[in-house]
């Protein structure tokens, strides 16, 4: 799953990551859908999860990104107008890609030295062969 701040503001300071991660951590857990890798960057993140059979990814999604808002918003006046972006990825693997997954995902700030959040998203959607249109993709 790969999701942004809106407008891909940089709320995501090394201060906060540090928190959210394993505060996500725990939301995926308590909906029985354990996160394998959680990283991303100052606007974005990453989460390689296995989804319970009886949760779905939108209800995972929102109880994610309503949870970590209100809890970031607590974290001072610098954050009071966190928000998440409105849309998300959700793409799936094999079971045989998992541990390559699991180490992009760790190296995500080194992968965005060199590629935007932008040109790599539009990377998934092409590699999984969804359409789309750029008006209703960066909010």
């Known amino acids: 799953m790969v999701f942004s701040t809106k407008n891909r503001d940089p709320f995501i300071t090394p201060a906060i990551e540090t928190e959210l991660h394993p505060y996500m951590a725990t939301i995926f857990r308590e909906l029985e859908s354990p996160s394998l890798a959680i990283d991303g960057t100052h606007d974005h993140v990453h989460i390689l999860f296995s989804l319970a059979r009886v949760v779905t990814i939108a209800d995972i999604v929102e109880e994610v990104k309503t949870s970590t808002s209100k809890w970031i918003k607590t974290k001072g006046k610098d954050f009071r107008k966190f928000h998440w972006q409105r849309g998300?990825?959700?793409?799936?693997?094999?079971?045989?890609?998992?541990?390559?997954?699991?180490?992009?995902?760790?190296n995500q700030k080194q992968h965005h030295r060199h590629v935007t959040f932008q040109d790599e998203y539009r990377k998934f959607l092409k590699a999984y062969g969804i359409d789309y249109d750029e008006r209703f993709v960066w909010d």
């Open 88 to 106: 998300y990825g959700a793409f799936s693997i094999g079971q045989s890609n998992v541990a390559t997954l699991k180490r992009y995902i760790r």
